[in-house]
């Protein structure tokens, strides 16, 4: 199962964790990493399309970075290449021994 949000609060990602402990689930947790410069790029692109659910743009997407507990448990995943690569390279930590 994939589970799409920020996670950006240490408490809800404690109860995810707890959630996969209950039920026998491997959880494996990725945190998305790219320059703020090119969030923000992002994010206002989408906004501007008018085409994404998300409301995280400009402001609200700086706020919501500034507010990002620390999660080293997470493996840092560079979102800056392709979505392909991205994918690529998250397939492979999954294939890893560590994981």
């Given at each position: 199962?994939?589970?799409?949000?920020?996670?950006?609060?240490?408490?809800?990602?404690?109860?995810?964790?707890?959630?996969?402990?209950?039920?026998?689930?491997?959880?494996?947790?990725?945190?998305?990493?790219?320059?703020?410069?090119?969030?923000?790029?992002?994010?206002?692109?989408?906004?501007?399309?008018?085409?994404?659910?998300?409301?995280?743009?400009?402001?609200?997407?700086?706020?919501?970075?500034?507010?990002f507990?620390?999660?080293?448990?997470?493996?840092a995943?560079?979102?800056?290449?392709?979505?392909?690569?991205?994918?690529?390279?998250?397939?492979?930590?999954?294939?890893?021994?560590?994981?």
């Amino acid at each position: 199962m994939i589970v799409d949000a920020s996670w950006g609060n240490a408490e809800h990602r404690a109860q995810a964790i707890a959630v996969a402990d209950e039920t026998a689930s491997e959880l494996t947790a990725f945190v998305c990493r790219a320059p703020a410069a090119t969030l923000a790029a992002r994010a206002n692109s989408r906004a501007a399309a008018g085409t994404d659910a998300s409301d995280a743009a400009g402001e609200i997407a700086e706020t919501l970075a500034q507010r990002f507990a620390p999660w080293p448990e997470a493996i840092a995943v560079d979102t800056t290449p392709s979505p392909a690569d991205v994918a690529a390279g998250v397939l492979a930590a999954l294939s890893a021994p560590s994981v």
